[in-house]
């Protein structure tokens, strides 16, 4: 099993900046990715960022040049360094472990945490 626990949502005004992170415990040896997904009210959760353990990363066309994911593998923990916040990135954002085991994938999630950008 594996343990996320987030942090660093809150409110914040359009323009402005947030950093989330995502500790991560437990039988972090078999993770090969975390990431960051959000969802908005009445609306499908999204993939925003993702971090392999090579390094790799990709993002939302929406958060691109905007948004950066990082990670430190010594504290398990992933971060997301958010710039230039709109309104529309307001959402519960989760991190998400994905472990590969003999081949098989395992996901686990974050308790999530709330963002809040006004206009």
């Known amino acids: 099993q594996v343990q996320l626990v987030e942090s660093g949502g809150g409110l914040v005004q359009a323009g402005g900046s947030l950093r989330l992170s995502c500790a991560a415990s437990?039988?972090?040896?078999?993770?090969?990715?975390m990431g960051w997904y959000r969802q908005a009210p009445g609306k499908e959760r999204e993939l925003v960022a993702r971090?392999?353990?090579?390094?790799?990363?990709n993002y939302a066309d929406s958060v691109k040049g905007r948004f950066t994911i990082s990670r430190d593998s010594a504290k398990n923990t992933v971060y997301l360094q958010m710039n230039s916040l709109k309104p529309e990135d307001a959402a519960v954002y989760y991190c998400n472990a994905h472990r590969l085991v003999a081949g098989k994938g395992y996901d686990y999630w974050g308790q999530g945490t709330q963002v809040t950008v006004s206009s």
């Open positions: 437990g039988r972090t040896f078999s993770i090969n990715a």
């Open positions: 971090i392999t353990i090579g390094g790799s990363t």
